[in-house]
Protein backbone atom coordinates (compact mmCIF):
# COMPACT_ATOMS: atom_id res chain seq x y z
CA UNK A 1 0.00 0.00 0.00
CA UNK A 2 1.04 3.26 -0.96
CA UNK A 3 1.45 5.76 2.08
CA UNK A 4 0.01 8.65 -0.24
CA UNK A 5 -3.47 6.90 0.79
CA UNK A 6 -3.09 6.83 4.17
CA UNK A 7 -2.89 11.19 4.36
CA UNK A 8 -5.97 12.69 5.31
CA UNK A 9 -6.31 16.28 5.63
CA UNK A 10 -8.26 17.76 9.04
CA UNK A 11 -8.29 20.63 10.81
CA UNK A 12 -5.68 20.63 13.42
CA UNK A 13 -7.38 21.52 17.21
CA UNK A 14 -4.57 23.31 18.75
CA UNK A 15 -3.90 25.45 15.79
CA UNK A 16 -7.60 25.32 13.91
CA UNK A 17 -5.79 25.04 10.61
CA UNK A 18 -6.17 22.35 8.44
CA UNK A 19 -3.20 19.80 7.92
CA UNK A 20 -2.07 16.62 7.03
CA UNK A 21 -2.17 13.63 8.86
CA UNK A 22 -2.11 9.96 9.31
CA UNK A 23 -3.72 8.10 11.56
CA UNK A 24 -2.32 5.66 14.43
CA UNK A 25 -4.19 2.90 13.00
CA UNK A 26 -3.87 3.49 9.70
CA UNK A 27 0.09 4.10 10.50
CA UNK A 28 0.19 0.75 12.22
CA UNK A 29 -1.43 -1.35 9.04
CA UNK A 30 0.63 0.32 7.00
CA UNK A 31 3.71 -0.91 8.65
CA UNK A 32 2.63 -4.22 10.70
CA UNK A 33 4.82 -4.13 13.14
CA UNK A 34 5.31 -7.32 15.55
CA UNK A 35 3.59 -5.94 18.35
CA UNK A 36 0.35 -5.01 19.51
CA UNK A 37 -1.45 -1.87 18.57
CA UNK A 38 -1.23 -0.62 22.13
CA UNK A 39 2.64 -1.53 22.53
CA UNK A 40 2.87 0.15 19.48
CA UNK A 41 0.93 3.35 20.80
CA UNK A 42 2.71 3.44 24.63
CA UNK A 43 6.64 2.90 22.48
CA UNK A 44 6.35 5.50 19.09
CA UNK A 45 4.02 7.86 20.40
CA UNK A 46 2.96 7.93 23.97
CA UNK A 47 6.22 7.57 25.41
CA UNK A 48 8.36 8.95 23.00
CA UNK A 49 9.55 12.75 22.73
CA UNK A 50 7.00 13.46 20.65
CA UNK A 51 5.08 16.67 22.05
CA UNK A 52 1.19 15.84 22.58
CA UNK A 53 -0.92 18.67 20.20
CA UNK A 54 1.88 19.42 18.29
CA UNK A 55 3.22 16.54 16.86
CA UNK A 56 0.04 14.98 17.68
CA UNK A 57 -2.97 14.35 19.27
CA UNK A 58 -5.76 11.80 19.88
CA UNK A 59 -8.89 11.94 18.33
CA UNK A 60 -11.92 10.68 20.66
CA UNK A 61 -14.29 10.13 18.31
CA UNK A 62 -12.39 6.96 16.10
CA UNK A 63 -10.01 6.35 19.32
CA UNK A 64 -6.32 6.85 17.29
CA UNK A 65 -4.18 9.24 17.42
CA UNK A 66 -3.93 12.15 14.73
CA UNK A 67 0.11 11.96 13.33
CA UNK A 68 1.44 15.24 11.69
CA UNK A 69 3.67 14.42 8.70
CA UNK A 70 6.90 15.05 11.33
CA UNK A 71 5.47 12.52 13.70
CA UNK A 72 5.10 10.19 11.08
CA UNK A 73 8.51 10.27 9.89
CA UNK A 74 9.89 9.63 13.31
CA UNK A 75 7.94 6.66 13.85
CA UNK A 76 8.90 5.24 10.51
CA UNK A 77 12.29 5.87 11.69
CA UNK A 78 11.91 4.19 15.11
CA UNK A 79 10.38 1.07 13.64
CA UNK A 80 13.77 0.90 11.31
CA UNK A 81 12.50 -2.16 9.29
CA UNK A 82 12.54 -2.54 5.63
CA UNK A 83 9.12 -1.78 5.03
CA UNK A 84 9.16 1.22 7.75
CA UNK A 85 12.19 2.59 5.76
CA UNK A 86 10.07 2.26 2.18
CA UNK A 87 7.16 4.31 3.70
CA UNK A 88 9.84 6.75 4.88
CA UNK A 89 11.16 7.61 1.21
CA UNK A 90 7.16 7.50 -0.32
CA UNK A 91 6.88 10.17 2.11
CA UNK A 92 9.79 12.29 1.70
CA UNK A 93 9.15 12.03 -2.37
CA UNK A 94 5.62 13.34 -1.41
CA UNK A 95 7.19 16.50 1.04
CA UNK A 96 9.33 16.94 -2.17
CA UNK A 97 7.00 17.37 -4.63
CA UNK A 98 4.72 19.13 -1.74
CA UNK A 99 2.18 16.89 -1.92
CA UNK A 100 1.22 18.08 -5.46
CA UNK A 101 -0.38 14.09 -5.82
CA UNK A 102 -2.83 14.93 -2.90
CA UNK A 103 -3.44 18.55 -3.87
CA UNK A 104 -4.46 17.69 -7.32
CA UNK A 105 -6.16 14.85 -6.26
CA UNK A 106 -8.52 17.26 -3.43
CA UNK A 107 -9.10 19.81 -6.98
CA UNK A 108 -10.27 17.06 -8.77
CA UNK A 109 -13.10 15.63 -6.07
Given at each position: ???????????????????F?I????????????????????????????????????????????????????????????????L?H????????????????????
Amino acid sequence: MNIANTIIKIQNPATQKRQFFITSKKLYNLINPDVSYKTFVETNITWSKLRENIDYHYNETHDTYNLGISAVQAVLILENTDKSWTLFHQLSDLISSGFAPLVNKQNLG
